[in-house]
């Protein structure tokens, strides 16, 4: 299994600032989050940041979030999108990580589901013609698409193109109570990177991002992770946080902490 750092984890600071730290830490790879390459894209161009990231020796393993969001927000959410589908290329990576809306109260999950899947069908027709690989990712108690087996689903409601995939999150499948069984009916060719975190106790449905803490902290065990490094999953564990706390630290303590605990994480696995 490989290291990589997701953005949010450092979520106030740079993306030169990502880098430098995630490459001093020890990591393998980066998640860029979206937004933060928009801002080093107004003062730098791509070939810049492929050269940064080589120069560090960071793989860009994803770009990160954008949206399937069909019923609110629909073209600026497809600009983004066809804006991201340009510049991946450009910088090296080949994977972005796609969240999908939530049911409107006017369709039933069924009619939804079907809105959802002509709109991921459009995007993954987009995706092939640049090369990329989209993964969906599940959130907690999401009213679609709560867990691998909905975005499975979705995924073949939309046709099973062959550069979709899913990306597991150990904190929103924690909160949707995915299953072991849900765990091991993942094709490995459809899981595309795993999200590893931790979070403290409490009631599911009362959980959120902030109570995220570094892997190993928490109450999430690793069970499920190791059913699937059995399995055969060799690809990236990606660290992604979203909590206040830990973003006032120096960026070099919590590039720190999500290294050594992840490697903590792997060990025990």
């Not at 939530?102 to 640049?130: I, K, S, Y």
């Not at 995915?178 to 931790?198: C, G, M, T, Y």
């Not at 919590?254 to 050594?260: D, L, M």
């Amino acid at each position: 299994m490989k290291s990589c750092l997701n953005g949010a984890t450092t979520m106030p600071y740079t993306l030169e600032q990502d880098i430098a730290a995630a490459a001093q830490a020890g990591f393998e790879g980066l998640e860029i989050w979206w937004d933060k390459l928009l801002v080093y894209l107004d003062k730098h161009s791509t070939s810049d940041l492929k050269r940064l990231l080589m120069e560090n020796g960071l793989v860009p393993v994803s770009i990160c979030p954008l949206r399937i969001w069909p019923f609110r927000d629909s073209e600026p959410a497809r600009q983004e999108f066809r804006e991201a589908l340009q510049l991946a290329p450009h910088i090296g990576c080949n994977l972005l990580a796609v969240c999908p809306d939530f049911q409107p109260a006017r369709l039933t999950r069924g009619e939804a589901l079907a809105v959802h899947a002509q709109e991921l069908a459009d995007m993954a027709r987009q995706a092939a013609e640049n090369g990329i690989r989209l993964t969906i990712e599940p959130i907690g108690g999401h009213t679609l698409v709560p867990g691998p087996t909905e975005a499975l689903q979705l995924i073949e409601m939309a046709g099973a193109p062959p550069n979709v995939g899913i990306l597991m999150d150990t904190f929103h499948y924690f909160r949707s109570g995915v299953s072991d069984q849900e765990i091991r009916a993942i094709p490995l060719d459809k899981l595309d990177i795993i999200h590893v975190n931790d979070c403290e106790d409490g009631a599911l449905n009362e959980l959120t991002d902030a109570h995220r803490l570094y892997p190993t902290l928490g109450v999430i065990p690793a069970r499920q992770l190791s059913l699937l490094k059995g399995k055969g999953y060799d690809g990236y564990l990606s660290v992604e946080i979203f909590r206040p706390e830990y973003w006032e630290e120096p960026i070099e303590e919590i590039t720190g902490k999500a290294y050594s605990t992840l490697g903590e994480l792997i060990a025990c696995l």
